[in-house]
């Protein structure tokens, strides 16, 4: 019953933001057309399609919130209007009761929370869809926020996917573009985002993992400061951290009202995003100007402070140098070697004609290449190859997705803080002096280094391993003997069926001439 209901309430606020219509037109076919000025009585929505779909997602709850936002990042998928539209999503919902957070503290650590801390903050500071965080203070003085999961948000969630499902299915079979949409792909990857969310262990050791990239040791804790995880107060449903001070990263004012420059400001946020993705290969992949924040510290003045690692990306050795090598390739206006780099990835397919692919990469990027630097996006020409893809049949890999979606919102962070932030010229030297690393002697050296612990144990070895291979007798003669006897038998067995052929055409032939005597 509740889930009849439910649908209930998905086609009421589908009819009533006009989804209806949306839905209809996109299937171009005269019947869809009838139906479609009949269920409006020959009216159309007004309001742009994307606004409409936003305001819909909104009014049907912070699950459906959450798969708009999940949507908007498949900008190889969707319209550019709709996708625009769905970026807007903002993650705000009301808080649960504080008794029920409570409750729910009690039952992961196993204490209330009065118990548990010095002090804890009833009136959440922050809520989301997912979680709502909680300052406190630990009996030792050390001041923590407390992320804690809504109650019900599994079976809320496990409810709402089924149906979603049922709706990816009725559109990949309807709609003309609905097996290219990949509905039913993009349902499955917002499962795993959300069940990777549900469970802050996972997020807690996101966090620790960015807070040891970006520690003293690495020589880069001048570039971002990561809460510390308090391992012992977190559990699935109860994530307790660090508590972080500073200014949110788009109250630009507040930033100049502190002394922090703000330029060098939009230049550290271009270098700590390549340095997650280039050096560490592991990125935080929700860098909207609500996870970001800015120390207003004195010892700590003017460092990015990240927050909330639900969503992280992480790319392969074989990713990284794919991307180093395009990147290169487009600031060096090479499309031959870009569309090279696209067949020999294995992402498109085998047969395409380089010429082809060249020709379209050229059309994607010649554009931006006769604009001033500061007005090209990076971000928009990995956007535009993405959908000019298409035609070619690339299989575009979900990592890539999250990191081309975060680097639209590095890049527009970056210019809402320095207009004048050329990302390109910022990040080529960067990506050359970390082609060089790779590719040159150093490259080679951390490499033999890296594999060094198993060459150690394979070297002593290879005498024995070369003597027993020396000392085995020569099977060569035997194998020659062998195959030479095959041939033989095969040769003689065409012979023979050669033979049979033959005389049982004979014995056809003299008896179709019997029959005609």
């Known amino acids: 019953m509740p889930s009849f209901l439910r649908v209930l309430r998905i086609l009421y606020v589908a009819f009533r933001f006009g989804l209806d219509d949306l839905v209809l037109s996109s299937l171009n076919h005269p019947l869809a057309n009838g139906l479609r000025w009949l269920i409006r009585l020959g009216m159309r929505p007004r309001a742009p399609r994307g606004l409409r779909l936003r305001r819909a997602l909104e009014s049907l709850g912070?699950?459906?919130?959450?798969?708009?936002?999940?949507?908007?990042?498949?900008?190889?998928?969707?319209?550019?209007?709709?996708?625009?539209?769905?970026?807007?999503?903002?993650?705000?919902?009301?808080?649960?009761?504080?008794?029920?957070?409570?409750?729910?503290?009690?039952?992961?650590?196993?204490?209330?929370?009065?118990?548990?801390?010095?002090?804890?903050?009833?009136?959440?500071?922050?809520?989301?869809?997912?979680?709502?965080?909680?300052?406190?203070?630990?009996?030792?003085?050390r001041e923590v926020a407390v992320k804690v999961l809504r109650p019900g948000m599994r079976r809320a969630i496990e409810r709402d996917l089924s149906l979603l499902r049922i709706v990816a299915r009725i559109v990949e079979r309807t709609g003309p573009d609905g097996r290219r949409l990949k509905p039913r792909e993009v349902v499955a990857e917002f499962d795993n985002y959300l069940h990777d969310e549900l469970d802050l262990v996972r997020e807690a050791s996101n966090c620790s993992q960015l807070r040891r990239n970006f520690d003293a040791a690495s020589g880069r804790g001048d570039l971002l400061i990561v809460p510390e995880v308090i391992w012992e107060y977190t559990t699935s449903t109860v994530f307790t951290m660090q508590r972080m001070y500073g200014i949110p990263v788009g109250q630009i004012d507040r930033l100049r009202a502190a002394g922090i420059d703000i330029a060098t400001l939009a230049r550290s946020g271009v270098d700590i995003f390549f340095t997650q993705v280039f050096s560490d290969g592991f990125f935080h992949a929700d860098m909207h100007p609500g996870n970001i924040y800015v120390s207003d510290r004195p010892e700590t003045l003017g460092r990015y402070i990240a927050l909330d690692f639900g969503i992280v990306g992480s790319l392969s050795e074989f990713d990284k140098n794919y991307l180093a090598q395009n990147f290169l390739a487009f600031f060096h206006r090479d499309y031959r070697r870009v569309a090279q780099l696209h067949i020999e990835s294995g992402w498109v397919p085998p047969d395409t004609r380089e010429e082809a692919l060249e020709g379209a990469v050229r059309a994607v990027c010649e554009p931006y290449f006769d604009r001033p630097l500061a007005e090209i996006s990076l971000g928009q020409v990995l956007l535009r190859l993405f959908q000019t893809s298409r035609r070619f049949n690339v299989e575009i890999q979900p990592q890539l997705v999250l990191l081309q979606k975060t680097l639209l919102n590095v890049e527009g962070l970056g210019r809402q803080l320095d207009p004048n932030l050329d990302l390109w010229k910022t990040a080529k030297p960067y990506l050359e002096n970390w082609m060089r690393q790779r590719m040159g002697l150093d490259g080679l050296r951390k490499s033999l280094s890296k594999e060094a612990a198993q060459w150690s144990q394979i070297l002593p070895t290879l005498p024995r391993l070369m003597h027993e291979q020396l000392s085995r007798p020569d099977v060569a003669p035997k194998l020659l003997l062998e195959m030479t006897r095959l041939r033989q038998s095969q040769e003689q067995g065409n012979r023979l069926l050669a033979a049979l052929a033959a005389v049982l055409a004979l014995a056809v032939g003299v008896a179709l001439w019997a029959l005609t005597r």
């Not at 992961?108 to 203070?137: M, N, R, T, Y």
């Open 62 to 141: 912070p699950i459906f919130v959450k798969f708009g936002q999940v949507l908007s990042t498949r900008r190889d998928l969707i319209p550019a209007d709709i996708a625009d539209e769905l970026a807007l999503l903002q993650d705000r919902v009301p808080p649960f009761p504080s008794v029920q957070a409570a409750a729910c503290i009690e039952a992961a650590l196993g204490a209330a929370p009065a118990q548990l801390f010095a002090q804890f903050d009833v009136d959440p500071v922050a809520s989301a869809s997912i979680a709502q965080v909680h300052f406190a203070v630990l009996h030792d003085g």
